[in-house]
């Protein structure tokens, strides 16, 4: 069976990773001519480190990684703890695998190589302008036409196969927020010489202030080298833009009067830049005949719960696997790709409603994050720091996390699979 993956980001790595180890021939299109490091750290949480580590990549991942201490929420103005998760041991006694951050070019380096030694077949600087369902092919910048079983897009947020799918424009949805993401180095933190900075950034925890429209995340990445800092508020970029330069001094005043210690963080900001939030609640369909979507392609979220890669990787490996069992499955010998857009409509069935609740799940974040100082903000508080919560805010409830990150996507296709094969089975004799 062959397979071709339009987009090299996480998820479509993910997916060629998975493929190959089931023994399918994968070539990966990517539209950049290089790969260069986007972005500056990153959240994987255990739904995502359980992927990697059926990928067979968690060990090196783990080298290059932080597994924080802990997840720790401010108020934004005074900076009082409102809120600890503990992570480390706790996280993986509880979801079965860690939590750590990383840089993302470190992530996506690592899952690079691994397809690259695997046998993916990689082309850089290819850009994928049409797709031919009934031949199932590929048209690329140059005028070549590809073909493969699969087609599978994973061209992420400003999908171009999304459209071409659908048979319409889709741009993704503003969301009306942004986020200004800026790195700075441990010398650069330590030039302050301030106790009270040192008390925050000198240990391993993900720290993130919450108030009103706004809030910040700040962690260390890179064995403690350097710093991730996203800071998210409304949109004021014009429609339609995606990622410009920003400026540090309309980042410094959007967040004026808060905490001291991030106040005085942001002053050794030297350069930011401004990415606007989009998202698609639910797109109609993600797959036609022979052609799928993954990750930011079909459920691009507001990254409050740091799980859109996560879902990508989830997606990409939910792929493969559910492929590999069609392409070795005994029953179908000589005649498996004739099945595969029942396998692609299984895999859009079980990865739909998951996905949808994650970005629904990042929406409700938005509103308890980003309350006013008021009635609401103090039910919140009081059942962040652990008193009576009456606010039915999925981020307080153990179940929801248990589902979201205690999740193991490959073993939940496994068993959808298998469902699917003994109809089938039923249906053949
Ligand atoms: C501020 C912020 C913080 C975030 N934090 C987290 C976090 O902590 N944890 C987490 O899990 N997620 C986080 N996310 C979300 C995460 O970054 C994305 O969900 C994830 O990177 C999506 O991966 P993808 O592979 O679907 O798409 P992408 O990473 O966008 O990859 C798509 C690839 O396709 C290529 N491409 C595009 N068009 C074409 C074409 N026509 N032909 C060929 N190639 C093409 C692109 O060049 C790109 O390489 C965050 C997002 C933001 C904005």
Redesign the pocket.
């Known amino acids: 069976m062959k397979v071709i993956i339009?987009?090299?980001?996480?998820?479509?790595l993910a997916c060629a990773i998975s493929c190959r180890r089931e023994g399918l021939d994968v070539l990966l299109?990517?539209?950049?001519p290089k790969i260069l490091p986007i972005?500056a750290?990153?959240?994987?949480?255990a739904n995502?480190s359980r992927i990697a580590h059926r990928l067979g990549v968690l060990p090196v991942l783990l080298e290059r990684a932080i597994q924080p201490e802990k997840l720790e929420i401010r108020r934004y103005d005074n900076g009082s703890v409102l809120y600890i998760r503990p992570g480390r041991e706790n996280m993986v006694q509880k979801y079965g695998s860690p939590w750590f951050v990383i840089h993302r070019a470190d992530y996506h380096e690592i899952m690079m190589q691994e397809a690259i030694r695997l046998g993916v077949d990689i082309r850089l600087g290819?850009?994928?302008?049409g797709l031919d369902f009934d031949k199932s092919q590929v048209l690329v910048q140059d005028g070549e036409t590809l073909s493969a079983d699969v087609i599978i897009g994973?061209?992420?947020?400003?999908?171009?196969?999304r459209e071409i799918l659908l048979g319409h424009q889709s741009p993704p949805v503003e969301t009306g927020d942004l986020?200004y993401?800026a790195t700075l180095s441990r010398e650069e933190i330590e030039a302050l010489d301030d106790p009270e900075v040192k008390a925050i950034y000198d240990r391993q925890v993900v720290t993130v202030w919450l108030g009103p429209d706004k809030h910040c995340v700040f962690y260390p990445i890179s064995q403690g080298n350097t710093y991730n800092l996203?800071l998210l508020r409304p949109d004021n970029m014009p429609a339609g833009a995606r990622t410009v330069q920003g400026t540090v001094d309309e980042m410094r005043l959007s967040f004026e009067g808060w905490d001291n210690v991030l106040t005085k963080i942001l002053s050794q900001i030297n350069s930011v830049l401004k990415?606007k939030?989009c998202h698609h609640e639910e797109l109609a369909t993600w797959t036609k005949g022979c052609i799928t979507l993954?990750?930011?392609?079909c459920h691009?979220?507001l990254?409050y719960q740091?799980?859109?890669?996560?879902?990508?990787v989830e997606d990409g490996a939910v792929l493969g696997r559910l492929l590999g069992l069609l392409d070795s499955e005994p029953l179908f010998k000589g005649t498996s790709a004739k099945f595969i857009p029942e396998i692609l409509n299984l895999y859009e069935g079980i990865r739909k409603s998951r996905t949808t609740i994650n970005v629904q799940g990042a929406t409700a974040n938005r509103f308890w994050y980003h309350l006013a100082d008021g009635p609401m903000q103090e039910k919140r508080d009081v059942a962040l720091r652990g008193g009576p919560d009456s606010t039915g805010w999925c981020f307080l409830r153990p179940d929801y996390w248990n589902d979201l990150v205690g999740f193991d996507a490959v073993a939940d296709a496994e068993c959808a699979f298998e469902e699917w094969l003994s109809q089938k089975g039923e249906s053949i004799q």
Do not use: K, Y
């Not at 299109?29 to 950049?32: G, P, V």
């Not at 750290?41 to 949480?45: A, K, L």
């Not at 993954?294 to 392609?297: F, I, K, M, S, V």
């Open positions: 339009v987009g090299a980001g996480l998820g479509g299109l990517e539209r950049a972005g750290g990153i959240q994987v949480s995502a290819c850009t994928v302008e994973a061209d992420g947020l400003w999908s171009t196969t986020a993401r996203v990415w939030l993954l990750g930011d392609a691009p979220t990254p740091g799980q859109g890669a996560a879902m990508a």
